[in-house]
């Protein structure tokens, strides 16, 4: 029972909703037969009688502050010649504003000096080769047995060959422990 009566409400509502719609649509067709009166037997409006050219010739006597009261200018004749006029002014009569366009605004900085990222954070040269490599067995060891006073006897250390201590000197430089790093990403990609 209870859903019958809902059913009764919402199509109540549905109905009253019609009904005002009704009402509203014949309120504005008496409004807007009364604000646009219909013309005596439906008939289209008249064209107007006069050409462009003195259609033309009244705006622009209106824009340019002459009384629109004047009966329309007659047409140019072909052999007339209309006189150049000495202002530019629009196809409507009006004058040509005469602005400047403003500048494109950029957030682009020009001015700004260009810093390589390469460039070292110190300020010692390139060629600089850093403090002398020492092996850490010539190194004095901190033991309370250690003489007041090394002796410079010669050490039983295995002789360098000439390409590690090229290759040592090669990379203790900046310019070359870069192109050794671009080097080994070429020939041992990854992926």
Request: charged residues 25%.
């Amino acid at each position: 029972m209870e859903k019958v009566f809902t059913l009764l409400w919402i199509l109540f509502g549905i109905g009253v909703f019609v009904f005002r719609l009704i009402m509203k649509a014949r309120e504005n067709t008496v409004r807007e037969s009364q604000e646009r009166p219909r013309r005596p037997g439906n008939t289209a409006p008249e064209l107007p009688t006069a050409t462009f050219q003195e259609l033309l010739k009244q705006m622009q006597s209106r824009n340019a502050g002459e009384t629109a009261t004047e009966a329309p200018v007659p047409a140019p004749r072909p052999a007339e010649v209309l006189p150049k006029p000495t202002v530019t002014r629009t196809p409507g009569g009006r004058l040509m504003p005469r602005e400047t366009a403003r500048p494109a605004r950029s957030q682009e900085r020009t001015t700004v000096r260009q810093v390589s990222l390469e460039a070292p954070a110190t300020a010692r040269p390139h060629t600089h080769l850093g403090p002398p490599v020492r092996r850490s067995a010539a190194l004095p060891r901190a033991s309370a047995e250690a003489p007041a006073v090394r002796s410079r006897q010669p050490t039983d250390a295995p002789a360098v060959s000439p390409l590690n201590e090229t290759v040592r000197q090669m990379l203790a430089r900046p310019e070359s422990a870069r192109a050794a790093f671009i080097l080994g990403e070429i020939f041992q990609r990854k992926y």
